[in-house]
């Protein structure tokens, strides 16, 4: 009896123990320092970063080339800042106090908890990554001399109010991607670029306003795709929109008269010589659509909406006579497409131009000369496949369709090149080929080279 008296006594002691330390471990102060100038003191929840003079940062090595890579100055950060992921998460508010003129890259990188940041005006710049991650983060007020927002800033953040510098110039790559809860944006006029997936994936994202006059002058690739903006007015000072996927999260998209490089037509977005069109809106009533007269190239990801509302809604594309060049990924994913009338004058169409979609049939003109890889890759074509008389080239993948078992008929005598993986992954193909170029053909149309499974008649 005595022994288990001692044994409950033993554990009623380690438990008080184990509560008492665990009550001390939050009283815990945790400082440290970041040079010679500049300490930090974690107390309850509340980073305080004082001094004067620049954080600590990674400037003298180099970001990696490859454009997903952010790794650059974490693990280097977090070795001078000695923190622990413990730290790391305790962090609900940070402090930087007067003094502080820049804030390191990947400062507060997973700080998964912080809610809430002081910066003072005494802060020049934020470098890249700085608030990598935050998901908490719901609010953020930058001091006016910050004139870059480094890429990666605020990537992952669940941001819902943004208050940029008036003097801020740049818009860095990935600087707000992936901020669902951003609402809307209001861009101060001094910005002159808006780099590669700035605002990509803020899928709540309704409005982007313009602070006086804007002096705008590029939106890079993807900058702001798959966003939810009612209406997007393009400055005047813009001279250039990378493709498609710059504008591509918008439902309108109007161009102020004094653009001289665009313009909109019934809230799509064309070149000013109308030669072009640019962007389709994802959001765009209708299921049919006719592109103008006088139109020559559907440019790169024009259409393109990867599982968005145009990829579900849109099912006709007509062609004016005037086109000659669809670029690449024009009509990618809208896997809804089922009928495209095509220009009689069409030349080129380009790498992934209509990848997933089901166009049936499909009916190529004979003036085409290019058809570029994955053109109609992974679509689910009926009847006949018909390579009309003057197509020179066919690039990998450019007739991708595991499930067919028709033919393919080709009718051009005009073939230089054509990729061992044209056909690749047809589970019975059959390709009919001139009869007159026999002699020529069969170096390019080999078992060896276009697969096993491969038939070829000569007709």
């Not at 471990?25 to 400082?31: C, F, H, L, P, R």
């Not at 923190?83 to 997973?110: C, L, N, P, W």
């Not at 992934?352 to 004979?366: D, G, H, Q, S, V």
Request: proline share 3%.
């Amino acid at each position: 009896m005595k022994r288990w008296k001692t044994i409950i006594l033993f554990l009623m002691f380690g438990i008080a123990l184990l509560t008492y330390g665990r009550m001390d471990v939050s009283a815990d102060i945790v400082t440290g320092k970041l040079g010679t100038n500049i300490t930090w003191k974690l107390e309850d929840g509340v980073l305080t970063i004082s001094g004067k003079g620049d954080m600590l940062d990674c400037k003298h090595k180099k970001i990696s080339t490859w454009e997903g890579d952010i790794s650059c100055g974490y693990d280097y950060y977090e070795q001078m800042w000695k923190r622990t992921m413990e730290e790391q998460e305790a962090i609900k508010k940070v402090v930087i106090e007067d003094g502080i003129t820049s804030i390191a890259a990947h400062a507060f990188s997973y700080c998964c908890n912080l809610q809430t940041i002081v910066i003072p005006d005494s802060v020049t710049r934020i470098e890249h990554a700085a608030f990598h991650c935050c998901y908490s983060l719901r609010q953020i007020n930058i001091p006016d001399k910050v004139t870059v927002l480094e890429d990666y800033t605020f990537d992952g953040c669940s941001l819902e109010k943004v208050k940029l510098p008036k003097n801020l110039k740049k818009i860095g790559h990935r600087a707000f991607h992936d901020c669902t809860d951003l609402k809307q944006i209001n861009i101060p006029p001094n910005v002159k670029i808006i780099e590669t997936q700035a605002f990509e994936n803020c899928n709540k994202l309704k409005k982007v306003t313009w602070a006086g006059k804007s002096r705008l002058g590029e939106i890079k690739a993807w900058a702001f795709q798959d966003c939810d903006i009612k209406k997007l007015t393009i400055p005047a000072s813009v001279k250039k929109i990378e493709n498609g996927t710059a504008v591509g999260g918008t439902c309108e998209i109007k161009v102020e008269k004094e653009n001289k490089k665009y313009k909109s037509i019934k809230g799509v977005l064309f070149t000013k010589d109308g030669k072009k069109l640019v962007r389709y809106p994802r959001k765009k009533k209708g299921s049919a659509y006719k592109i103008p007269k006088g139109v020559k190239t559907i440019g790169a990801y024009a259409f393109y909406d990867f599982y968005g509302p145009a990829s579900k809604q849109l099912k006709k594309v007509t062609m004016p006579d005037s086109v000659k060049v669809v670029e690449r990924c024009a009509f990618g994913a809208l896997e809804k497409l089922k009928t495209v009338r095509f220009s009689k004058n069409l030349k080129r169409i380009e790498s992934r131009a209509f990848l997933l979609c089901e166009i049936t049939p499909l009916k190529l003109p004979n003036s085409l000369v290019y058809i570029g890889d994955e053109c109609f890759g992974i679509g689910f074509m009926k009847g006949n496949i018909v390579i009309p008389k003057n197509v020179k080239e066919i690039g990998a993948y450019a007739i991708n369709i595991p499930t067919i078992k028709n033919k393919v008929v080709i009718k051009s005598k005009k073939l230089k090149k054509v990729s061992p993986k044209a056909f690749c992954n047809n589970a019975e193909g059959i390709i009919v080929l001139p009869k007159s170029k026999k002699s020529v053909y069969k170096k390019l149309f080999t078992k060896k080279r276009l697969g096993k499974k491969m038939k070829f008649v000569y007709k």
